[in-house]
C-alpha cells in the first residue's frame, strides 16, 4: 500500500460525501421533508454502482479507491438508522417501516442488478 | 439547511476570501432564496473534511481485517453502528443542546459519521451471502445491522437528552 493510493482514500471520500449531500439536498427539493427520499434514492443508487464494480472484477488499488473510497463514502448507514428513528419518534411508525424495508429491499436487488451488468461489460 | 443565516462569528477562514461573494450569496430577492438550495462553500468544505477522514477510517479498518465473503463483515458492522451511535450524539446534541452553530453538522454528521458508515457494502456483502446460500448469515447480518444501528441512535439521543440544560 503506497501514501498515494491512501491519499487518493482521503481525497475521494471527501468528494463521495459531498456529492452525497448536494444529491440529497436536490432530491429532498423535489420530494419534500415527509419522507427521506434523499437517502433512499442516493443508497439505493450506490448500491447498484458498488455492485456494477463488483461485476467488473476490478483490481485491489482499483476496489479500494472505487468501491470503498467513493461508492462507501458516498452512501450511508448512520443517516439512514437516524431518519428512521427520528420517524417512528414522532410516531410515523409506517413510514419507519417503509423506510427500513424499502431501503433494504431495493438496496439489494439494486446491487444484484448491477452486477449483472457489470458482468456483460 | 433552512436557517436564514447561523452565526458566522466563529468561522475564521472564509471570513477573508468570500466575504463579497457571501454578502451577495446570502441576500438575494426573496424568490431566489427559495428557489435555489444556498451552496456555502464552507459548508462544503466542512463535509470534505469531516468525510476523508471518515472514509479514511472505514477503508483502513477495511483493510486492516479482510473477511471472507461469506462471513460476518466485522469491519462494516462495527463502522456502521459506531456511525450511528456518533451520529444520534452529535445531531441531538447540536440540534437539541448547542447553541446554533454552522459547521458542526456537517462536519461531524455529514461528513465524519456519514463517510464512516456505508450503505452499499453491506448491501453487496448481504448479496454475496445469499450468493453462497447462506441465507441465516444474510438475514441476521441484515436484521442485527438494523436492529443494533438503531438501538445506538436511540441510546444515543436518550443519552444525550436525560442531561438537563441549565435555562
Given at each position: 500500500?503506497n501514501?498515494?493510493i ?7 471520500g ?11 439536498g436536490?432530491v ?11 437517502t ?8 447498484v ?6 461485476g467488473?472484477a476490478l483490481?485491489?488499488?482499483e476496489?479500494l479507491?472505487?468501491?470503498t ?13 437516524l431518519?428512521?428513528q427520528?420517524?417512528a419518534?414522532?410516531r410515523?411508525h409506517?413510514q419507519a417501516a417503509?423506510n427500513?424495508i424499502?431501503?433494504l ?12 451488468i457489470?458482468?456483460?461489460? | 439547511?433552512?436557517?436564514?443565516s ?13 466575504t463579497?461573494?457571501?454578502?451577495r450569496?446570502?441576500r ?13 462553500r464552507?459548508?462544503?468544505a466542512?463535509?470534505?473534511?469531516g468525510g476523508a477522514l ?5 477503508a483502513?479498518l ?5 473477511r471472507?465473503?461469506a462471513s ?13 451511535f ?17 459547521y458542526r453538522?456537517p ?15 453491506m448491501?453487496?456483502?448481504i448479496?454475496?451471502?445469499l ?7 444474510a438475514?441476521?447480518?441484515?436484521a442485527?445491522?438494523?436492529a443494533v ?6 441510546l444515543a ?6 442531561v438537563r440544560?441549565?435555562?
Amino acid at each position: 500500500m503506497n501514501v498515494l493510493i491512501w491519499a487518493g482514500v482521503v481525497m475521494i471520500g471527501g468528494t463521495g460525501s459531498v456529492v452525497r449531500f448536494l444529491a440529497d439536498g436536490v432530491v429532498a427539493a423535489g420530494t419534500g421533508r415527509d419522507f427521506p427520499f434523499g437517502t433512499l434514492v442516493v443508497n439505493v443508487s450506490g448500491a447498484v454502482i458498488l455492485g456494477l464494480l463488483t461485476g467488473l472484477a476490478l483490481g485491489r488499488d482499483e476496489a479500494l479507491l472505487a468501491g470503498t473510497a467513493a461508492v462507501g463514502s458516498y452512501t450511508t448507514f448512520s443517516t439512514w438508522m437516524l431518519e428512521t428513528q427520528r420517524l417512528a419518534e414522532e410516531r410515523q411508525h409506517r413510514q419507519a417501516a417503509v423506510n427500513v424495508i424499502a431501503s433494504l429491499a431495493l438496496g439489494v436487488a439494486g446491487a444484484a442488478l448491477g452486477r449483472l451488468i457489470g458482468a456483460q461489460l | 439547511m433552512p436557517e436564514p443565516s447561523p452565526d458566522r462569528g466563529g468561522s475564521p477562514s472564509s471570513a477573508v476570501a468570500v466575504t463579497g461573494v457571501r454578502t451577495r450569496v446570502l441576500r438575494p430577492g426573496p424568490r431566489a432564496q427559495r428557489m435555489l438550495p444556498r451552496v456555502d462553500r464552507s459548508e462544503i468544505a466542512a463535509i470534505f473534511a469531516g468525510g476523508a477522514l471518515g472514509t479514511l477510517l472505514r477503508a483502513a479498518l477495511a483493510e486492516a481485517f479482510p473477511r471472507p465473503a461469506a462471513s460476518w463483515p466485522w469491519p462494516t458492522f462495527a463502522v456502521n453502528v459506531v456511525a450511528a451511535f456518533l451520529l444520534g450524539y452529535f445531531v441531538t446534541r447540536l440540534q437539541e443542546r448547542l447553541p446554533l452553530s454552522s459547521y458542526r453538522r456537517p462536519l461531524l454528521g455529514t461528513g465524519l459519521c456519514g463517510g464512516l458508515s456505508t450503505f452499499s457494502t453491506m448491501q453487496v456483502e448481504i448479496l454475496k451471502m445469499l450468493g453462497a446460500h447462506a441465507w441465516g448469515l444474510a438475514a441476521g447480518y441484515a436484521a442485527a445491522s438494523i436492529a443494533v444501528g438503531y438501538a445506538a441512535i436511540h441510546l444515543a439521543t436518550s443519552m444525550v437528552r436525560r442531561v438537563r440544560v441549565p435555562r
